[in-house]
């Protein structure tokens, strides 16, 4: 390679997390091509939940305080019974003061084209796979094939998402993805329905209701499901499942339309990987641990590792600190998200009644009790920053 090569990246996949990287690593003057199938980048999806700790990472390229400029949380919220007693309350400002930021919750379109500004200048080829042929190692450039041949970089970036072909070649000896036995339903919704803040939890699942900046409202459902199981309207199932609950949770679903309803099933890995790199490869985002989506963190864990390997990629242990700063976080991070998907989903009535009672003495005891079960999560600083 000549000398410019050495700092050349590839990045495969324009969803949030390869966006953030090539933002992140074209900041500390990285020649970056990013490469996506999809003709469309950025379409799809709902809505998600940016907490201070991926708010921090944001700051590193200059895309945080446009985020923050979306914030629409605020009020009183929490965790309610079906019928709409509260289990637990907590306020926007609770965590504000508590985190020294906010929370914000927006359209994941609107985060891709935010993180897209971030990135301007790194050139995108939509609708262009790209696969990795060689890893390299210490000496040697890893390889990838684009529909142009090969492309020899320094450091190539999988951000190819939960079903990750670089994954599955890096390390083929891995069992893989496993489904969890819950599914997921998602829409955003214009509506001058006053919403408030937070999840309700009972026999069929869990609804959760977030205002958007605007009148517009981000509503997300889990439930037990079998793996693949569809209905032939996303909409009235969710309606079968928690039209008896409280309002507004009926009105808006009556008010969406049928095709605007996403369903997901949540799928994990069958074991942890052994790292998250090999040779020049490294994986970042779904594609290293994909996690249930029960602690909001999916997206901001994707923006934590692109900083973190911007950071540490051209250090003296490189993508081994990479590995060592990330899979530690990242792997205690998806089994609490697990452990909490089992909670809200407990199947079995004198465990969902002993849990309820439990969350509403804890949250009488003490009002900071949601937010206290964050700590260790949003309570994270980048490494270019010393903690407040």
């Known amino acids: ?11 495969i996949g ?26 469309v980048p950025g379409a799809g999806g ?19 305080d446009t985020v923050r400029s979306l914030a629409a949380l605020s009020g009183d919220g929490g965790l309610r019974r079906p019928d709409g007693r509260f289990l637990v309350r907590t306020s926007a400002e609770a965590v504000r003061a508590r985190f020294t930021d906010q929370m914000v919750v927006l359209e994941r ?14 050139p995108l080829h939509a609708g262009t796979a790209a696969t ?26 999988a951000a190819d998402g939960i079903g990750s072909a670089a994954r599955a070649a890096m390390f083929p000896e891995h069992p893989g993805l496993t489904s969890t036995g819950w599914t997921t339903w998602r829409f955003v919704i214009d509506s001058a329905v006053p919403v408030q803040p937070g999840e309700t939890w009972g026999a ?12 517009r409202t981000y509503v997300y459902a889990a439930a037990n499901a079998p793996r693949g199981g569809r209905a032939v309207d996303e909409r009235a199932e969710l309606l079968r499942r928690f039209g008896s609950w409280h309002a507004p949770i009926p009105q808006l679903v009556e008010s969406v339309a049928a095709t605007e309803v996403l369903r997901n099933d949540i799928a994990e890995l069958a074991a942890p990987l052994p790292a998250f790199h090999r040779g020049r490869v490294v994986l970042l985002g779904d594609a290293a641990h994909p996690m249930g989506p029960f602690l909001g963190q999916g997206a901001c864990q994707a923006i934590e590792d692109a900083v973190v390997l911007a950071h540490v990629v051209e250090s003296e242990r490189g993508l081994d600190a ?9 792997s205690d991070i998806v089994r609490r998200s697990h452990r909490m998907g089992a909670l809200a989903l407990l199947r079995i009535p004198l465990l969902r009644a002993l849990r309820d009672t439990a969350l509403s003495v804890a949250g009488h005891a003490s009002p900071d009790t949601a937010i206290r079960q964050l700590i260790s999560v949003v309570d994270w600083w980048p490494p270019t920053e010393a903690p407040r």
Request: charged share 20%.
């Open 14 to 39: 324009a969803g949030l997390g390869g966006l953030a990287v090539a933002a992140a690593l074209h900041r500390r003057g990285w020649t970056v091509g990013l490469y996506e199938k999809s003709a």
């Open 322 to 330: 990479y590995t060592a700063a990330r899979q530690p976080r990242t």
């Open 109 to 122: 379109s609107r985060l891709a084209g935010i993180l897209r500004d971030a990135a301007s200048d790194v």
């Open 204 to 215: 069929a699942g869990l609804v959760g209701l977030v205002p958007l900046a605007g009148t």
């Open 132 to 157: 990795v042929i060689e890893t390299g190692d210490g000496r040697r450039p890893a390889v990838v094939h684009t529909a142009t041949g090969a492309e020899e970089a320094e450091l190539v970036v």
């Open 46 to 64: 709902a809505g998600l939940a940016i907490a201070p700790n991926a708010l921090r990472a944001l700051d590193t390229f200059g895309a945080g």
């Open 1 to 11: 390679m000549t000398p410019t090569d050495r700092r050349r990246a590839i990045v």
